[in-house]
Protein backbone atom coordinates (compact mmCIF):
# COMPACT_ATOMS: atom_id res chain seq x y z
CA UNK A 1 0.00 0.00 0.00
CA UNK A 2 1.22 3.49 -1.33
CA UNK A 3 0.14 6.48 1.04
CA UNK A 4 0.38 9.69 -0.74
CA UNK A 5 -0.83 13.44 0.49
CA UNK A 6 -2.22 16.11 -2.60
CA UNK A 7 -1.62 19.66 -2.08
CA UNK A 8 -4.73 21.07 -4.55
CA UNK A 9 -7.02 18.12 -4.57
CA UNK A 10 -9.99 20.24 -6.22
CA UNK A 11 -7.76 21.27 -9.09
CA UNK A 12 -6.88 19.75 -12.40
CA UNK A 13 -3.76 17.84 -11.38
CA UNK A 14 -5.19 17.11 -8.05
CA UNK A 15 -8.41 15.75 -9.84
CA UNK A 16 -6.15 13.13 -12.53
CA UNK A 17 -4.50 12.32 -9.78
CA UNK A 18 -7.81 11.26 -7.45
CA UNK A 19 -8.60 9.38 -10.68
CA UNK A 20 -5.42 7.55 -10.66
CA UNK A 21 -6.17 6.34 -6.97
CA UNK A 22 -9.63 4.93 -8.39
CA UNK A 23 -7.69 2.69 -10.36
CA UNK A 24 -5.17 1.67 -9.03
CA UNK A 25 -6.76 -0.04 -5.36
CA UNK A 26 -2.96 -0.30 -3.80
CA UNK A 27 -3.05 3.85 -3.31
CA UNK A 28 -3.92 5.49 -0.39
CA UNK A 29 -4.92 9.22 0.43
CA UNK A 30 -4.19 10.10 3.62
CA UNK A 31 -4.34 14.15 3.36
CA UNK A 32 -6.24 16.21 1.24
CA UNK A 33 -5.38 20.19 0.68
CA UNK A 34 -7.76 22.74 -1.47
CA UNK A 35 -8.30 26.73 -1.60
CA UNK A 36 -11.57 27.68 -1.21
CA UNK A 37 -13.35 24.75 -2.84
CA UNK A 38 -15.26 23.38 0.13
CA UNK A 39 -18.00 21.32 -1.60
CA UNK A 40 -15.95 19.51 -3.66
CA UNK A 41 -13.57 19.19 -0.86
CA UNK A 42 -16.56 17.73 1.14
CA UNK A 43 -16.95 15.28 -1.91
CA UNK A 44 -13.85 13.84 -1.79
CA UNK A 45 -13.38 13.30 1.76
CA UNK A 46 -15.80 11.62 1.88
CA UNK A 47 -15.26 8.97 -1.39
CA UNK A 48 -11.01 8.95 0.06
CA UNK A 49 -11.56 8.90 3.86
CA UNK A 50 -8.08 11.06 4.31
CA UNK A 51 -6.99 11.55 8.40
CA UNK A 52 -6.73 15.33 7.68
CA UNK A 53 -7.69 17.92 5.01
CA UNK A 54 -6.79 21.57 4.48
CA UNK A 55 -8.67 24.74 3.67
CA UNK A 56 -6.59 28.01 3.46
CA UNK A 57 -9.14 30.55 5.04
CA UNK A 58 -10.40 29.32 8.81
CA UNK A 59 -13.78 30.31 7.60
CA UNK A 60 -13.86 27.63 4.58
CA UNK A 61 -12.13 25.43 7.28
CA UNK A 62 -14.93 26.05 9.72
CA UNK A 63 -17.61 25.61 7.18
CA UNK A 64 -15.95 21.85 5.94
CA UNK A 65 -15.44 20.57 9.40
CA UNK A 66 -19.29 21.23 10.62
CA UNK A 67 -19.82 19.38 7.00
CA UNK A 68 -18.00 16.20 7.80
CA UNK A 69 -18.00 16.20 11.66
CA UNK A 70 -19.74 12.84 11.24
CA UNK A 71 -16.07 11.46 9.91
CA UNK A 72 -12.79 11.32 12.11
CA UNK A 73 -11.15 13.81 9.57
CA UNK A 74 -9.32 16.44 10.94
CA UNK A 75 -9.35 19.60 9.09
CA UNK A 76 -7.14 22.14 9.53
CA UNK A 77 -6.09 26.07 7.72
CA UNK A 78 -3.58 28.19 6.32
CA UNK A 79 -0.17 27.25 6.05
CA UNK A 80 0.08 26.17 8.92
CA UNK A 81 -2.25 23.19 7.64
CA UNK A 82 -0.53 22.30 4.46
CA UNK A 83 2.44 22.16 6.51
CA UNK A 84 0.95 19.95 8.62
CA UNK A 85 0.10 18.00 5.62
CA UNK A 86 3.73 17.91 4.11
CA UNK A 87 5.38 16.45 7.41
CA UNK A 88 2.62 13.84 8.01
CA UNK A 89 4.09 10.74 9.56
CA UNK A 90 1.71 8.27 7.31
CA UNK A 91 2.38 9.85 4.15
CA UNK A 92 5.39 8.43 1.62
CA UNK A 93 4.67 10.98 -1.24
CA UNK A 94 3.58 14.61 -1.36
CA UNK A 95 1.72 15.41 -4.91
CA UNK A 96 2.39 19.38 -5.13
CA UNK A 97 -0.18 20.05 -7.46
CA UNK A 98 -1.36 23.40 -5.34
CA UNK A 99 -0.89 26.66 -7.68
CA UNK A 100 2.08 29.05 -7.16
CA UNK A 101 4.68 29.70 -5.60
CA UNK A 102 2.68 29.28 -2.33
CA UNK A 103 3.79 25.48 -2.50
CA UNK A 104 7.54 26.26 -1.74
CA UNK A 105 7.50 25.53 2.36
CA UNK A 106 5.21 22.60 2.50
CA UNK A 107 7.61 21.23 -0.22
CA UNK A 108 10.73 21.77 2.00
CA UNK A 109 8.99 20.82 4.39
CA UNK A 110 8.22 17.64 3.36
CA UNK A 111 12.01 16.86 1.82
CA UNK A 112 13.30 17.40 5.43
CA UNK A 113 10.62 14.82 6.68
CA UNK A 114 11.54 12.23 3.98
CA UNK A 115 8.76 12.34 1.94
CA UNK A 116 9.46 11.71 -2.02
CA UNK A 117 7.64 14.95 -4.09
CA UNK A 118 5.54 14.01 -7.07
CA UNK A 119 5.66 17.60 -8.44
CA UNK A 120 3.65 19.45 -10.63
CA UNK A 121 4.19 22.45 -9.00
CA UNK A 122 6.81 24.17 -11.23
CA UNK A 123 6.49 27.53 -9.65
CA UNK A 124 8.10 25.78 -6.78
CA UNK A 125 11.30 24.91 -9.16
CA UNK A 126 11.79 28.08 -10.81
CA UNK A 127 12.15 30.37 -7.82
CA UNK A 128 13.44 27.89 -5.11
CA UNK A 129 15.08 24.65 -7.75
CA UNK A 130 18.49 25.92 -5.99
CA UNK A 131 17.60 25.57 -2.52
CA UNK A 132 15.11 22.29 -3.52
CA UNK A 133 17.09 19.80 -5.18
CA UNK A 134 20.02 19.93 -2.95
CA UNK A 135 17.97 20.00 -0.07
CA UNK A 136 16.26 16.51 -2.00
CA UNK A 137 19.74 14.91 -2.44
CA UNK A 138 20.81 15.75 1.16
CA UNK A 139 17.33 13.46 2.58
CA UNK A 140 17.71 10.91 0.19
CA UNK A 141 14.37 11.62 -1.56
CA UNK A 142 12.91 11.89 -4.98
CA UNK A 143 11.54 14.57 -7.15
CA UNK A 144 9.19 12.86 -9.55
CA UNK A 145 8.27 15.45 -12.48
CA UNK A 146 4.78 15.25 -12.94
CA UNK A 147 4.68 17.65 -15.69
CA UNK A 148 4.20 15.66 -18.92
CA UNK A 149 7.35 16.95 -21.14
CA UNK A 150 9.80 16.61 -17.57
CA UNK A 151 8.53 13.08 -17.21
CA UNK A 152 9.17 12.53 -20.70
CA UNK A 153 12.01 13.51 -20.12
CA UNK A 154 12.80 11.44 -17.55
CA UNK A 155 11.85 8.03 -19.09
CA UNK A 156 13.40 8.87 -21.86
CA UNK A 157 16.73 9.40 -19.73
CA UNK A 158 15.72 6.35 -17.51
CA UNK A 159 18.97 6.24 -15.49
CA UNK A 160 21.58 7.92 -17.85
CA UNK A 161 23.71 9.99 -16.26
CA UNK A 162 23.49 14.11 -17.12
CA UNK A 163 26.81 13.69 -19.07
CA UNK A 164 25.61 11.64 -21.68
CA UNK A 165 23.25 14.11 -22.59
CA UNK A 166 23.83 16.91 -25.50
CA UNK A 167 20.76 18.28 -25.59
CA UNK A 168 16.82 18.58 -24.03
CA UNK A 169 14.27 19.29 -26.35
CA UNK A 170 11.29 20.62 -24.68
CA UNK A 171 8.15 20.30 -26.81
CA UNK A 172 5.55 23.21 -26.98
CA UNK A 173 1.85 22.83 -28.71
CA UNK A 174 2.51 26.60 -29.52
CA UNK A 175 -0.88 27.03 -27.43
CA UNK A 176 -4.49 29.00 -29.03
CA UNK A 177 -2.05 32.18 -30.75
CA UNK A 178 0.17 30.01 -32.41
CA UNK A 179 1.04 31.93 -35.78
CA UNK A 180 -0.27 34.68 -34.99
CA UNK A 181 1.35 38.19 -34.82
CA UNK A 182 1.60 40.74 -32.06
CA UNK A 183 -0.68 43.48 -33.31
CA UNK A 184 -3.40 40.20 -34.07
CA UNK A 185 -2.72 39.57 -29.81
CA UNK A 186 -3.24 43.20 -28.55
CA UNK A 187 -6.96 42.75 -28.50
CA UNK A 188 -7.18 38.38 -27.33
CA UNK A 189 -9.85 38.35 -24.39
CA UNK A 190 -10.09 36.06 -20.94
CA UNK A 191 -12.15 33.58 -23.11
CA UNK A 192 -9.93 33.22 -26.26
CA UNK A 193 -6.36 33.08 -23.99
CA UNK A 194 -8.35 29.91 -22.24
CA UNK A 195 -9.08 27.51 -25.11
CA UNK A 196 -6.38 25.26 -25.09
CA UNK A 197 -5.92 23.54 -28.37
CA UNK A 198 -4.98 19.80 -26.67
CA UNK A 199 -4.64 19.85 -22.86
CA UNK A 200 -7.39 20.92 -20.88
CA UNK A 201 -5.88 22.55 -17.62
CA UNK A 202 -6.32 25.16 -14.47
CA UNK A 203 -6.65 28.81 -15.87
CA UNK A 204 -3.43 29.87 -14.94
CA UNK A 205 -1.56 27.55 -16.94
CA UNK A 206 -3.92 27.49 -19.95
CA UNK A 207 -2.83 31.44 -19.73
CA UNK A 208 0.82 30.48 -19.38
CA UNK A 209 0.55 27.98 -22.38
CA UNK A 210 -0.75 30.76 -24.21
CA UNK A 211 1.80 33.64 -23.93
CA UNK A 212 4.73 30.80 -23.86
CA UNK A 213 5.44 31.50 -20.15
CA UNK A 214 4.56 28.00 -18.76
CA UNK A 215 7.14 26.89 -21.23
CA UNK A 216 9.44 29.27 -20.25
CA UNK A 217 8.78 28.17 -16.48
CA UNK A 218 9.20 24.67 -17.80
CA UNK A 219 13.19 25.05 -19.33
CA UNK A 220 13.78 26.58 -15.72
CA UNK A 221 11.80 23.46 -14.35
CA UNK A 222 14.33 21.27 -16.46
CA UNK A 223 17.46 22.93 -15.60
CA UNK A 224 16.59 21.90 -12.17
CA UNK A 225 15.51 18.92 -12.30
CA UNK A 226 17.81 17.17 -14.85
CA UNK A 227 21.10 19.66 -13.89
CA UNK A 228 21.47 20.69 -17.59
CA UNK A 229 22.76 24.23 -18.43
CA UNK A 230 20.68 26.62 -19.96
CA UNK A 231 21.80 26.46 -23.49
CA UNK A 232 21.64 22.67 -23.82
CA UNK A 233 17.57 23.33 -23.72
CA UNK A 234 15.60 23.92 -26.87
CA UNK A 235 12.10 24.29 -27.04
CA UNK A 236 10.89 22.87 -30.22
CA UNK A 237 7.27 23.83 -31.52
CA UNK A 238 5.40 20.30 -31.85
CA UNK A 239 1.50 21.61 -32.37
CA UNK A 240 0.10 17.60 -32.15
CA UNK A 241 1.42 17.67 -28.64
CA UNK A 242 2.31 13.85 -29.14
CA UNK A 243 5.71 13.77 -28.84
CA UNK A 244 5.72 15.15 -24.71
CA UNK A 245 9.62 15.86 -25.07
CA UNK A 246 12.74 14.64 -26.03
CA UNK A 247 16.71 14.25 -25.04
CA UNK A 248 19.55 13.89 -27.77
CA UNK A 249 22.39 11.85 -26.34
CA UNK A 250 26.04 12.90 -27.32
CA UNK A 251 25.87 9.99 -29.88
CA UNK A 252 23.10 11.76 -31.65
CA UNK A 253 20.81 9.56 -30.33
CA UNK A 254 17.18 10.94 -29.53
CA UNK A 255 14.90 9.35 -27.30
CA UNK A 256 11.78 10.36 -26.87
CA UNK A 257 8.53 9.69 -25.28
CA UNK A 258 4.85 10.12 -26.69
CA UNK A 259 1.43 9.11 -26.67
CA UNK A 260 -1.75 10.69 -26.30
CA UNK A 261 -2.06 14.44 -24.15
CA UNK A 262 -3.48 12.95 -20.44
CA UNK A 263 -2.04 14.30 -17.63
CA UNK A 264 -2.78 10.63 -15.56
CA UNK A 265 0.02 9.02 -17.40
CA UNK A 266 3.20 11.23 -15.88
CA UNK A 267 0.96 11.43 -12.66
CA UNK A 268 0.26 7.64 -11.94
CA UNK A 269 4.33 6.99 -13.60
CA UNK A 270 5.27 9.38 -11.19
CA UNK A 271 3.31 7.67 -8.08
CA UNK A 272 4.79 4.18 -9.24
CA UNK A 273 8.14 4.90 -10.59
CA UNK A 274 10.23 2.74 -11.79
CA UNK A 275 7.04 0.43 -12.44
CA UNK A 276 4.89 1.00 -15.29
CA UNK A 277 1.17 -0.01 -14.53
CA UNK A 278 -1.24 -0.47 -16.83
CA UNK A 279 -3.68 2.41 -17.86
CA UNK A 280 -7.29 3.01 -19.58
CA UNK A 281 -8.12 5.75 -22.19
CA UNK A 282 -7.55 6.67 -25.91
CA UNK A 283 -4.14 5.50 -26.87
CA UNK A 284 -2.05 6.70 -29.19
CA UNK A 285 -3.06 5.46 -33.06
CA UNK A 286 -0.51 6.77 -35.77
CA UNK A 287 -2.70 6.22 -38.76
CA UNK A 288 -5.37 8.30 -37.95
CA UNK A 289 -2.97 10.67 -36.95
CA UNK A 290 -0.51 10.77 -40.40
CA UNK A 291 1.95 13.17 -39.48
CA UNK A 292 3.91 15.02 -37.01
CA UNK A 293 5.34 18.90 -37.51
CA UNK A 294 7.59 20.86 -36.21
CA UNK A 295 8.36 24.61 -36.27
CA UNK A 296 10.75 27.37 -33.84
CA UNK A 297 9.25 29.56 -31.37
CA UNK A 298 8.41 32.84 -32.39
CA UNK A 299 9.86 34.70 -29.84
CA UNK A 300 9.64 38.02 -30.70
CA UNK A 301 5.93 37.70 -30.51
CA UNK A 302 5.74 35.27 -27.82
CA UNK A 303 8.21 37.54 -25.44
CA UNK A 304 7.70 35.52 -22.70
CA UNK A 305 9.89 32.40 -23.53
CA UNK A 306 12.62 34.65 -23.96
CA UNK A 307 12.24 36.51 -20.87
CA UNK A 308 12.56 33.50 -18.60
CA UNK A 309 15.95 32.84 -20.87
CA UNK A 310 16.88 36.08 -19.91
CA UNK A 311 15.88 35.72 -15.95
CA UNK A 312 17.35 31.96 -15.86
CA UNK A 313 21.05 33.44 -17.11
CA UNK A 314 20.66 36.17 -14.36
CA UNK A 315 19.72 33.33 -11.93
CA UNK A 316 19.44 34.30 -7.95
CA UNK A 317 16.31 35.67 -7.28
CA UNK A 318 15.71 36.93 -11.16
CA UNK A 319 13.51 33.78 -12.23
CA UNK A 320 11.41 34.44 -9.03
CA UNK A 321 10.86 37.94 -10.26
CA UNK A 322 10.20 36.34 -13.72
CA UNK A 323 7.37 34.09 -12.57
CA UNK A 324 6.18 35.92 -9.55
CA UNK A 325 5.41 39.26 -12.11
CA UNK A 326 3.64 36.70 -14.59
CA UNK A 327 1.50 35.28 -11.27
CA UNK A 328 -0.11 38.82 -10.43
CA UNK A 329 -0.10 39.80 -14.29
CA UNK A 330 -2.18 36.95 -15.18
CA UNK A 331 -4.41 36.93 -12.19
CA UNK A 332 -5.09 40.27 -13.56
CA UNK A 333 -5.58 39.73 -16.43
CA UNK A 334 -8.29 36.91 -15.75
CA UNK A 335 -9.96 40.12 -13.65
CA UNK A 336 -9.90 41.86 -17.25
CA UNK A 337 -7.68 44.88 -14.78
CA UNK A 338 -5.03 44.60 -17.97
CA UNK A 339 -4.66 43.67 -21.16
CA UNK A 340 -3.03 40.48 -22.74
CA UNK A 341 -0.22 42.18 -23.97
CA UNK A 342 0.32 43.92 -20.91
CA UNK A 343 1.20 40.69 -19.28
CA UNK A 344 4.89 40.04 -21.05
CA UNK A 345 5.20 44.11 -20.87
CA UNK A 346 4.59 43.65 -16.97
CA UNK A 347 7.17 40.82 -17.05
CA UNK A 348 9.76 42.43 -18.37
CA UNK A 349 9.20 45.80 -16.41
CA UNK A 350 9.75 43.98 -13.45
CA UNK A 351 12.76 42.46 -14.50
CA UNK A 352 14.42 45.43 -15.54
CA UNK A 353 13.98 47.61 -12.06
CA UNK A 354 14.98 44.23 -10.15
CA UNK A 355 19.08 43.94 -8.76
CA UNK A 356 19.08 40.38 -8.42
CA UNK A 357 20.09 38.76 -5.31
CA UNK A 358 22.67 35.80 -5.83
CA UNK A 359 21.56 32.34 -4.06
CA UNK A 360 18.06 33.51 -1.80
CA UNK A 361 16.99 32.20 0.80
CA UNK A 362 13.24 31.19 1.72
CA UNK A 363 12.79 34.47 3.17
CA UNK A 364 13.89 36.23 0.22
CA UNK A 365 12.10 34.92 -2.49
CA UNK A 366 9.12 35.40 -0.81
CA UNK A 367 10.29 39.35 -0.02
CA UNK A 368 10.92 39.32 -3.61
CA UNK A 369 7.73 37.94 -4.69
CA UNK A 370 5.75 40.91 -2.55
CA UNK A 371 8.17 43.53 -3.60
CA UNK A 372 6.81 42.73 -7.40
CA UNK A 373 3.49 42.48 -6.27
CA UNK A 374 3.64 46.05 -5.29
CA UNK A 375 5.87 47.14 -7.94
CA UNK A 376 3.24 45.88 -10.81
CA UNK A 377 0.11 47.25 -8.46
CA UNK A 378 1.68 50.64 -8.61
CA UNK A 379 2.38 50.69 -12.02
CA UNK A 380 -1.31 49.09 -13.17
CA UNK A 381 -2.87 51.73 -10.46
CA UNK A 382 -0.55 54.68 -12.24
P1 LIG B 1 -5.82 24.37 -10.76
O1 LIG B 1 -6.05 25.83 -10.72
O2 LIG B 1 -6.72 23.52 -11.56
O3 LIG B 1 -5.81 23.79 -9.26
C1 LIG B 1 -5.10 24.41 -8.23
C2 LIG B 1 -5.33 23.68 -6.93
O4 LIG B 1 -4.63 24.37 -5.88
C3 LIG B 1 -6.81 23.63 -6.50
O5 LIG B 1 -7.05 22.46 -5.78
C4 LIG B 1 -6.89 24.84 -5.58
O6 LIG B 1 -7.97 24.76 -4.65
C5 LIG B 1 -5.57 24.72 -4.87
N1 LIG B 1 -5.16 25.96 -4.23
C6 LIG B 1 -5.11 27.20 -4.78
N2 LIG B 1 -4.72 28.09 -3.86
C7 LIG B 1 -4.52 27.39 -2.72
C8 LIG B 1 -4.13 27.74 -1.41
N3 LIG B 1 -3.87 29.01 -1.08
N4 LIG B 1 -4.03 26.77 -0.46
C9 LIG B 1 -4.31 25.49 -0.78
N5 LIG B 1 -4.69 25.10 -1.99
C10 LIG B 1 -4.80 26.04 -2.95
O7 LIG B 1 -4.29 24.18 -11.20
P2 LIG B 1 -3.65 22.97 -12.04
O8 LIG B 1 -4.05 21.66 -11.46
O9 LIG B 1 -3.82 23.21 -13.47
O10 LIG B 1 -2.10 23.22 -11.74
C11 LIG B 1 -1.49 22.90 -10.50
C12 LIG B 1 0.02 22.97 -10.67
O11 LIG B 1 0.40 21.96 -11.58
C13 LIG B 1 0.52 24.28 -11.26
O12 LIG B 1 1.76 24.60 -10.70
C14 LIG B 1 0.68 23.98 -12.74
O13 LIG B 1 1.67 24.75 -13.35
C15 LIG B 1 1.11 22.52 -12.68
N6 LIG B 1 0.81 21.74 -13.88
C16 LIG B 1 -0.47 21.56 -14.29
C17 LIG B 1 -0.76 20.82 -15.43
C18 LIG B 1 -2.18 20.57 -15.84
O14 LIG B 1 -2.38 19.78 -16.79
N7 LIG B 1 -3.17 21.14 -15.23
C19 LIG B 1 0.31 20.25 -16.25
C20 LIG B 1 1.62 20.45 -15.71
C21 LIG B 1 1.86 21.18 -14.57
P3 LIG B 1 -9.43 25.43 -4.99
O15 LIG B 1 -10.10 24.50 -5.95
O16 LIG B 1 -10.11 25.44 -3.68
O17 LIG B 1 -9.15 26.77 -5.56
MG1 LIG C 1 3.93 20.93 -19.21
Redesign the pocket.
Known amino acids: MKKIAI ?8 T ?1 TLDVVRNNPDLTVVAL ?5 VE ?2 EGQIREFRPQVA ?3 TEEAAADLRSRVADLPVKIVAGMEG ?1 LEIAVLPDAQVLV ?5 M ?2 IRPTIAAIEAGKDIAL ?4 TLVTAGHIIMPLAKKHGVSILP ?3 EHSAIFQSLNGEPADKIAKIWLTASGGPFRGRTSKELAHIQVEDALKHPN ?7 TI ?1 SSTLV ?1 KG ?1 EVIEAKWLFGVDLDRIRVVVHPQSVIHSMVEYVDGAIMAQLGTPD ?1 RLPIQYALFYPDRRPMGGKKLDFFELGQMTFEKPDTDTFAGLKLAYQAATVGGSMPTVYNAANEKAVALFLNRRISYLEIPELIAGAMEQHKAIDNPGVDEILQTETAVYEYIEGKVND
Open positions: LGSTGSIGQAAGSSKMCMWLTAIVGIGANKEVDSWSMGRKIDNLM
